[in-house]
């Protein structure tokens, strides 16, 4: 199923399926940097440059596992959310039916403050739905920029590879993983990030759609 046609809440359930790898990845990558640092050190001199680069990228790994702990608790809060939110529009809407039948009775004034009740309950949970989404696009897009600086870095360090002589096939080695590494977060948050976008736009949509069955 594609991500523009599943619905909203396997959208922003399945932003929790990436977080695992997205970790496992994130600390393959720290061990990774320690490895290039254990090399760097034997190298001496001829690797001095290599050390300042594997302490950035590692720092940056280490940040990426907190960001990535943040976007657990959010997701995991936000499919309860979810949860809480289809349950509220589903009672919202259930009670807008029997007002209308019960359109011109005795006992349309009993309606109202439940009416009232529910639909504030439905805008409520609505409201958190974008406000923790929104948490969650910042959260990832951080972790993106995090990515493209490592690429940058991973380059660096590629240059400084060569001035290690007999060490650099194997530092070369480890900027190549490391570079591997920066590509899979990144292409597992930009899958998040499309399925987030379109559990957003499907929420809003149901909004619109609820309002005009109002009308």
Known sequence: MSAQMEPAFVSSASVAAQLDVILEVAKEMSISVKNAKAIANRAGVKARGFSPITDFINEMSLETMRIVSLINKESIFLSQVAIEEIRAREAANHFMRALKLAEGS?????????????QEKKTQKHDELIKYARILKDLMEEIAKHMAVANVIVSNS???????????TNLEDIANDIENACDVIRKRVHHSQVRLENALTQWKRQVCDEDSNYL
């Open 106 to 118: 005795e006992y349309l004034d009993s309606f109202k403050d439940k009416i009232t009740e529910v």
């Open 158 to 168: 590629r240059i400084e590879a060569v001035s290690a002589d007999e060490f650099r």
